[in-house]
Protein backbone atom coordinates (compact mmCIF):
# COMPACT_ATOMS: atom_id res chain seq x y z
CA UNK A 1 0.00 0.00 0.00
CA UNK A 2 3.01 2.35 1.21
CA UNK A 3 4.82 1.80 -2.32
CA UNK A 4 1.30 2.55 -4.67
CA UNK A 5 0.77 5.50 -2.15
CA UNK A 6 4.10 6.61 -2.90
CA UNK A 7 3.83 6.16 -6.41
CA UNK A 8 0.99 8.10 -6.52
CA UNK A 9 2.72 11.46 -4.75
CA UNK A 10 0.84 10.64 -1.50
CA UNK A 11 2.63 10.63 1.65
CA UNK A 12 2.39 7.26 3.65
CA UNK A 13 3.93 6.32 7.07
CA UNK A 14 4.39 2.87 7.81
CA UNK A 15 3.64 2.01 11.76
CA UNK A 16 4.98 -1.31 12.66
CA UNK A 17 4.70 -2.96 16.07
CA UNK A 18 7.99 -4.80 15.67
CA UNK A 19 11.02 -3.27 16.42
CA UNK A 20 12.21 -4.89 12.41
CA UNK A 21 11.11 -6.82 9.43
CA UNK A 22 9.66 -9.62 10.81
CA UNK A 23 12.29 -12.85 9.52
CA UNK A 24 11.33 -16.95 9.24
CA UNK A 25 7.83 -17.98 9.45
CA UNK A 26 6.34 -20.08 7.00
CA UNK A 27 6.37 -20.91 3.37
CA UNK A 28 3.70 -19.57 0.67
CA UNK A 29 2.84 -20.27 -2.61
CA UNK A 30 2.30 -17.11 -4.67
CA UNK A 31 0.22 -16.65 -8.02
CA UNK A 32 -2.65 -14.90 -9.48
CA UNK A 33 -3.42 -11.35 -9.27
CA UNK A 34 -0.66 -10.96 -6.43
CA UNK A 35 1.64 -12.13 -9.03
CA UNK A 36 0.83 -9.62 -11.71
CA UNK A 37 1.25 -7.03 -9.06
CA UNK A 38 4.50 -7.97 -8.01
CA UNK A 39 5.18 -7.34 -11.60
CA UNK A 40 4.59 -4.05 -11.80
CA UNK A 41 6.31 -3.41 -9.18
CA UNK A 42 9.67 -4.78 -10.76
CA UNK A 43 9.63 -7.69 -8.27
CA UNK A 44 9.79 -11.01 -10.15
CA UNK A 45 13.00 -11.50 -10.73
CA UNK A 46 14.01 -10.87 -6.83
CA UNK A 47 11.16 -13.12 -6.05
CA UNK A 48 12.11 -16.00 -8.32
CA UNK A 49 15.71 -15.60 -6.63
CA UNK A 50 14.27 -16.22 -2.91
CA UNK A 51 11.47 -18.48 -4.54
CA UNK A 52 11.62 -22.20 -4.28
CA UNK A 53 10.71 -24.47 -6.52
CA UNK A 54 8.92 -27.71 -5.25
CA UNK A 55 8.51 -30.39 -7.60
CA UNK A 56 6.59 -33.01 -5.39
CA UNK A 57 4.00 -33.23 -2.45
CA UNK A 58 4.91 -36.29 -0.95
CA UNK A 59 2.49 -38.03 1.38
CA UNK A 60 4.53 -40.67 3.78
CA UNK A 61 3.14 -43.26 6.73
CA UNK A 62 4.31 -43.38 9.97
CA UNK A 63 7.40 -45.52 8.65
CA UNK A 64 8.42 -42.28 6.48
CA UNK A 65 7.24 -45.07 3.47
CA UNK A 66 5.60 -42.71 0.53
CA UNK A 67 1.77 -43.85 0.62
CA UNK A 68 0.54 -41.16 -2.33
CA UNK A 69 1.93 -37.68 -3.59
CA UNK A 70 1.61 -35.87 -7.07
CA UNK A 71 4.30 -33.85 -9.23
CA UNK A 72 3.62 -30.33 -8.57
CA UNK A 73 3.77 -29.77 -12.44
CA UNK A 74 -0.21 -30.34 -12.92
CA UNK A 75 0.29 -26.73 -10.92
CA UNK A 76 2.50 -25.87 -13.21
CA UNK A 77 0.56 -26.84 -16.52
CA UNK A 78 -2.03 -24.26 -14.89
CA UNK A 79 -0.33 -21.41 -13.67
CA UNK A 80 2.40 -21.71 -16.40
CA UNK A 81 5.96 -19.77 -14.82
CA UNK A 82 3.73 -17.47 -12.87
CA UNK A 83 3.63 -19.48 -9.30
CA UNK A 84 6.63 -19.51 -7.14
CA UNK A 85 6.70 -20.94 -3.67
CA UNK A 86 8.60 -18.46 -0.98
CA UNK A 87 8.99 -17.59 2.50
CA UNK A 88 6.33 -15.05 3.84
CA UNK A 89 8.92 -13.14 5.28
CA UNK A 90 11.15 -12.77 2.04
CA UNK A 91 8.17 -11.72 0.11
CA UNK A 92 7.46 -8.70 2.73
CA UNK A 93 11.49 -7.81 3.04
CA UNK A 94 11.41 -7.63 -0.94
CA UNK A 95 8.36 -5.16 -1.28
CA UNK A 96 9.69 -3.21 1.89
CA UNK A 97 13.19 -3.26 -0.18
CA UNK A 98 11.06 -1.34 -3.10
CA UNK A 99 10.24 1.39 -0.91
CA UNK A 100 13.94 2.32 -1.17
CA UNK A 101 13.69 4.39 1.90
CA UNK A 102 11.26 6.52 0.90
CA UNK A 103 8.62 5.89 2.71
CA UNK A 104 8.61 7.31 7.20
CA UNK A 105 8.99 4.17 8.58
CA UNK A 106 8.27 3.78 12.41
CA UNK A 107 8.69 0.31 13.71
CA UNK A 108 8.39 -1.04 17.34
CA UNK A 109 5.29 1.11 17.76
CA UNK A 110 1.60 0.86 17.63
CA UNK A 111 -1.61 2.56 17.26
CA UNK A 112 -3.91 2.88 20.50
CA UNK A 113 -6.35 5.23 19.74
CA UNK A 114 -8.33 6.76 16.44
CA UNK A 115 -10.34 10.09 16.58
CA UNK A 116 -11.90 11.18 13.13
CA UNK A 117 -13.04 14.51 12.24
CA UNK A 118 -13.89 16.55 9.56
CA UNK A 119 -10.08 17.43 8.84
CA UNK A 120 -8.63 14.22 9.13
CA UNK A 121 -7.41 11.54 11.86
CA UNK A 122 -5.82 11.96 15.20
CA UNK A 123 -3.35 8.86 15.48
CA UNK A 124 -2.06 8.12 19.62
CA UNK A 125 0.48 5.86 19.40
CA UNK A 126 1.72 3.44 22.14
CA UNK A 127 5.06 5.29 22.62
CA UNK A 128 5.08 8.40 19.91
CA UNK A 129 3.42 11.77 20.39
CA UNK A 130 0.12 11.90 18.80
CA UNK A 131 -0.46 13.11 14.58
CA UNK A 132 -2.41 13.74 12.09
CA UNK A 133 -3.47 12.09 9.23
CA UNK A 134 -5.44 12.72 6.44
CA UNK A 135 -6.36 9.00 6.14
CA UNK A 136 -5.52 5.50 7.99
CA UNK A 137 -5.17 2.22 6.52
CA UNK A 138 -5.39 -1.21 8.61
CA UNK A 139 -3.47 -3.31 7.36
CA UNK A 140 -2.80 -5.35 10.53
CA UNK A 141 -3.96 -8.60 9.64
CA UNK A 142 -6.47 -11.22 11.47
CA UNK A 143 -6.08 -9.49 14.88
CA UNK A 144 -6.14 -5.93 13.54
CA UNK A 145 -5.91 -3.34 16.09
CA UNK A 146 -7.10 -0.39 13.86
CA UNK A 147 -10.11 -3.22 12.34
CA UNK A 148 -10.81 -3.32 16.73
CA UNK A 149 -10.61 0.57 17.46
CA UNK A 150 -12.35 1.58 14.29
CA UNK A 151 -14.80 -1.36 14.13
CA UNK A 152 -15.29 -3.50 16.85
CA UNK A 153 -14.44 -6.70 18.41
CA UNK A 154 -12.63 -9.11 16.28
CA UNK A 155 -15.50 -11.89 17.57
CA UNK A 156 -18.12 -9.95 15.66
CA UNK A 157 -16.06 -10.32 11.83
CA UNK A 158 -13.90 -13.59 12.40
CA UNK A 159 -15.42 -16.93 11.34
CA UNK A 160 -13.36 -20.19 12.82
CA UNK A 161 -12.78 -22.63 10.44
CA UNK A 162 -12.24 -25.95 13.05
CA UNK A 163 -8.66 -25.48 12.53
CA UNK A 164 -5.32 -24.40 13.98
CA UNK A 165 -2.18 -24.17 12.33
CA UNK A 166 1.80 -23.35 13.67
CA UNK A 167 5.17 -23.29 11.71
CA UNK A 168 8.42 -22.61 12.61
CA UNK A 169 11.88 -22.79 11.17
CA UNK A 170 15.37 -24.03 12.19
CA UNK A 171 19.00 -24.97 11.51
CA UNK A 172 20.51 -28.22 11.14
CA UNK A 173 17.60 -30.49 10.57
CA UNK A 174 19.17 -33.83 9.08
CA UNK A 175 16.48 -34.70 6.96
CA UNK A 176 17.31 -32.89 3.72
CA UNK A 177 14.95 -33.45 0.61
CA UNK A 178 15.16 -29.70 -1.05
CA UNK A 179 12.38 -30.14 -3.98
CA UNK A 180 9.76 -32.40 -2.01
CA UNK A 181 7.31 -31.11 0.38
CA UNK A 182 6.55 -33.93 2.68
CA UNK A 183 3.38 -34.42 4.91
CA UNK A 184 2.51 -36.96 7.30
CA UNK A 185 -0.82 -37.13 9.00
CA UNK A 186 -3.49 -38.72 11.29
CA UNK A 187 -7.20 -38.21 11.91
CA UNK A 188 -7.70 -34.60 12.38
CA UNK A 189 -4.08 -33.55 12.35
CA UNK A 190 -0.52 -33.13 9.92
CA UNK A 191 2.69 -32.20 10.02
CA UNK A 192 4.69 -31.47 6.73
CA UNK A 193 8.48 -30.12 6.13
CA UNK A 194 10.43 -28.59 3.70
CA UNK A 195 14.05 -28.05 3.58
CA UNK A 196 15.43 -24.09 2.93
CA UNK A 197 18.68 -22.65 2.23
CA UNK A 198 21.50 -22.88 4.21
CA UNK A 199 21.03 -25.42 5.67
CA UNK A 200 17.61 -24.98 6.86
CA UNK A 201 14.61 -26.45 7.18
CA UNK A 202 10.23 -24.93 8.02
CA UNK A 203 7.68 -27.16 9.16
CA UNK A 204 4.13 -26.86 8.98
CA UNK A 205 1.71 -28.11 11.61
CA UNK A 206 -2.84 -28.18 11.34
CA UNK A 207 -4.85 -29.80 13.38
CA UNK A 208 -8.86 -29.44 13.74
CA UNK A 209 -10.23 -28.25 17.12
CA UNK A 210 -14.14 -27.90 17.80
CA UNK A 211 -13.83 -24.63 19.63
CA UNK A 212 -10.85 -21.65 20.13
CA UNK A 213 -8.25 -22.35 22.39
CA UNK A 214 -7.97 -20.43 24.98
CA UNK A 215 -4.12 -19.22 24.55
CA UNK A 216 -2.62 -15.86 24.36
CA UNK A 217 -1.14 -14.51 20.73
CA UNK A 218 2.54 -14.20 21.84
CA UNK A 219 2.18 -16.75 24.55
CA UNK A 220 5.02 -18.98 22.70
CA UNK A 221 5.42 -21.65 26.19
CA UNK A 222 1.71 -22.36 26.22
CA UNK A 223 1.48 -22.83 22.31
CA UNK A 224 5.04 -25.26 22.58
CA UNK A 225 2.30 -27.21 24.68
CA UNK A 226 -0.24 -27.66 23.00
CA UNK A 227 1.52 -29.17 20.14
CA UNK A 228 3.22 -31.19 22.31
CA UNK A 229 0.06 -32.49 23.42
CA UNK A 230 -1.38 -32.98 19.94
CA UNK A 231 1.99 -34.53 18.24
CA UNK A 232 3.70 -36.09 20.99
CA UNK A 233 1.99 -39.51 20.21
CA UNK A 234 2.95 -39.39 16.72
CA UNK A 235 4.93 -41.57 14.74
CA UNK A 236 7.18 -40.13 11.28
CA UNK A 237 9.55 -37.73 12.63
CA UNK A 238 7.38 -35.97 15.01
CA UNK A 239 9.08 -36.72 18.36
CA UNK A 240 12.31 -35.49 16.40
CA UNK A 241 10.34 -31.90 15.21
CA UNK A 242 8.76 -31.57 18.18
CA UNK A 243 12.24 -31.59 19.77
CA UNK A 244 13.32 -29.33 17.19
CA UNK A 245 11.02 -26.88 18.22
CA UNK A 246 12.32 -26.37 21.71
CA UNK A 247 15.31 -23.95 20.21
CA UNK A 248 12.71 -22.04 18.49
CA UNK A 249 11.61 -18.17 19.32
CA UNK A 250 9.96 -17.37 15.85
CA UNK A 251 6.89 -20.03 16.38
CA UNK A 252 3.79 -18.75 14.20
CA UNK A 253 0.99 -20.02 15.97
CA UNK A 254 -3.13 -19.02 14.79
CA UNK A 255 -6.67 -19.91 14.32
CA UNK A 256 -7.16 -20.77 10.62
CA UNK A 257 -10.11 -17.87 10.57
CA UNK A 258 -11.70 -15.82 8.19
CA UNK A 259 -12.40 -12.26 8.53
CA UNK A 260 -16.11 -11.29 6.71
CA UNK A 261 -17.02 -7.76 7.02
CA UNK A 262 -20.32 -5.82 5.18
CA UNK A 263 -18.03 -2.77 4.57
CA UNK A 264 -14.22 -2.46 4.84
CA UNK A 265 -13.69 1.13 5.41
CA UNK A 266 -15.76 3.50 7.79
CA UNK A 267 -15.26 7.18 7.32
CA UNK A 268 -11.42 8.23 6.82
CA UNK A 269 -10.13 4.55 7.67
CA UNK A 270 -10.36 1.82 5.86
CA UNK A 271 -8.90 -2.09 5.74
CA UNK A 272 -6.85 -3.99 3.50
CA UNK A 273 -5.84 -7.41 3.44
CA UNK A 274 -6.38 -10.25 6.42
CA UNK A 275 -7.44 -7.25 8.41
CA UNK A 276 -10.78 -7.15 6.67
CA UNK A 277 -11.03 -10.05 3.83
CA UNK A 278 -9.00 -12.81 5.04
CA UNK A 279 -9.77 -15.77 3.38
CA UNK A 280 -7.93 -18.20 5.94
CA UNK A 281 -4.43 -20.17 4.94
CA UNK A 282 -6.78 -22.86 3.35
CA UNK A 283 -7.34 -20.46 0.13
CA UNK A 284 -3.37 -20.30 -0.25
CA UNK A 285 -3.56 -16.76 -1.46
CA UNK A 286 -3.19 -13.98 1.61
CA UNK A 287 -0.39 -12.38 0.56
CA UNK A 288 -1.17 -12.33 -2.81
CA UNK A 289 -4.66 -10.85 -1.97
CA UNK A 290 -3.59 -8.49 0.15
CA UNK A 291 -0.95 -7.10 -2.24
CA UNK A 292 -3.97 -6.64 -4.66
CA UNK A 293 -6.33 -5.36 -2.29
CA UNK A 294 -3.51 -2.46 -1.86
CA UNK A 295 -3.09 -1.81 -5.24
CA UNK A 296 -6.64 -1.45 -5.79
CA UNK A 297 -7.34 0.88 -3.08
CA UNK A 298 -4.48 3.08 -3.65
CA UNK A 299 -4.96 3.34 -7.42
CA UNK A 300 -8.72 4.38 -6.60
CA UNK A 301 -7.10 6.85 -4.42
CA UNK A 302 -4.96 7.97 -7.52
CA UNK A 303 -7.61 8.14 -9.82
CA UNK A 304 -10.66 10.00 -7.27
CA UNK A 305 -8.53 12.67 -6.91
CA UNK A 306 -7.76 11.56 -3.38
CA UNK A 307 -11.32 12.06 -2.63
CA UNK A 308 -11.85 9.10 0.13
CA UNK A 309 -15.13 9.02 -0.53
CA UNK A 310 -15.15 8.02 -3.85
CA UNK A 311 -12.13 5.58 -3.23
CA UNK A 312 -13.17 3.75 -0.73
CA UNK A 313 -16.62 2.76 -2.36
CA UNK A 314 -14.99 1.48 -5.86
CA UNK A 315 -12.42 -0.28 -3.84
CA UNK A 316 -14.94 -2.64 -2.05
CA UNK A 317 -17.58 -2.67 -5.34
CA UNK A 318 -14.67 -3.91 -7.50
CA UNK A 319 -13.17 -6.45 -4.56
CA UNK A 320 -15.38 -7.34 -2.30
CA UNK A 321 -17.25 -10.68 -4.94
CA UNK A 322 -13.90 -11.82 -5.91
CA UNK A 323 -13.33 -12.14 -2.15
CA UNK A 324 -16.40 -13.51 -1.28
CA UNK A 325 -16.24 -16.15 -3.98
CA UNK A 326 -12.20 -17.02 -2.61
CA UNK A 327 -13.57 -17.46 1.02
CA UNK A 328 -16.68 -19.63 -0.17
CA UNK A 329 -13.78 -22.10 -2.12
CA UNK A 330 -11.76 -21.79 1.17
CA UNK A 331 -14.26 -23.58 3.22
CA UNK A 332 -15.55 -25.60 1.44
CA UNK A 333 -11.86 -26.99 1.19
CA UNK A 334 -11.31 -27.36 4.84
CA UNK A 335 -12.63 -30.66 4.99
CA UNK A 336 -9.60 -32.04 3.05
CA UNK A 337 -6.96 -30.00 4.77
CA UNK A 338 -6.53 -32.23 7.84
CA UNK A 339 -9.35 -34.84 7.79
CA UNK A 340 -10.76 -35.94 10.70
CA UNK A 341 -10.92 -39.30 10.37
CA UNK A 342 -8.79 -42.52 8.79
CA UNK A 343 -11.46 -43.23 6.52
CA UNK A 344 -11.19 -39.73 5.15
CA UNK A 345 -7.41 -39.15 5.24
CA UNK A 346 -7.83 -42.35 2.23
CA UNK A 347 -9.94 -40.70 0.32
CA UNK A 348 -8.07 -37.31 0.47
CA UNK A 349 -4.42 -39.27 -0.29
CA UNK A 350 -6.46 -41.00 -3.07
CA UNK A 351 -7.50 -37.28 -4.55
CA UNK A 352 -4.34 -36.29 -3.99
CA UNK A 353 -2.76 -38.97 -6.24
CA UNK A 354 -4.85 -38.13 -8.62
CA UNK A 355 -3.94 -34.64 -8.69
CA UNK A 356 -1.14 -35.42 -11.21
CA UNK A 357 -3.56 -35.28 -14.08
CA UNK A 358 -4.21 -31.72 -14.77
CA UNK A 359 -7.56 -32.07 -15.15
CA UNK A 360 -8.42 -33.75 -11.74
CA UNK A 361 -6.09 -30.94 -10.42
CA UNK A 362 -8.38 -28.23 -12.25
CA UNK A 363 -11.24 -30.16 -10.73
CA UNK A 364 -10.42 -29.89 -7.09
CA UNK A 365 -7.99 -26.51 -7.31
CA UNK A 366 -9.41 -24.64 -10.23
CA UNK A 367 -11.71 -22.40 -8.03
CA UNK A 368 -9.31 -21.75 -5.64
CA UNK A 369 -6.34 -20.70 -8.27
CA UNK A 370 -8.79 -18.63 -10.41
CA UNK A 371 -8.54 -14.98 -10.18
CA UNK A 372 -12.08 -14.18 -11.97
CA UNK A 373 -10.91 -10.05 -11.79
CA UNK A 374 -9.24 -7.88 -14.82
CA UNK A 375 -6.37 -5.98 -12.45
CA UNK A 376 -7.23 -2.33 -13.36
CA UNK A 377 -4.40 0.06 -15.23
CA UNK A 378 -4.22 3.17 -12.84
CA UNK A 379 -2.62 6.31 -14.50
CA UNK A 380 1.08 6.87 -12.76
CA UNK A 381 1.21 10.14 -13.61
Given at each position: ?98 LDGRVKTIFGDSITAIEQDNDGVRVAFKHAAPERFDLV ?190 QRAAERFSGSFAPKTKFGIFVRNQVI ?29
Amino acid sequence: MAYWLQQYGFEPTLIERAPALREGGYIIDFWGLGFDVAEKMGLLPALKNDGYAIDEVRLVNEQGKRIGGFSAHAFQSMLGERYLSILRSDLAKRIYESLDGRVKTIFGDSITAIEQDNDGVRVAFKHAAPERFDLVIGAGGLHSPVRKLVFGPEGRFEKYLGYYSASFSIDGYPPREPRAYVSYAEPGRQVSRYSLRGDRAVFFFVFSRETKLLVGQHDLKAQKDILREVFGEDGWECPDILKAMETCSDLYFDSVSQIRMDTWSRGRVALIGDACFCPSLLAGQGSALAMTGAYVLAGELKKAGGDYHIAFRNYEQLFHPLIIRKQRAAERFSGSFAPKTKFGIFVRNQVIRLMSLPFVANLAMGRLLSDPLTLPVYDSR
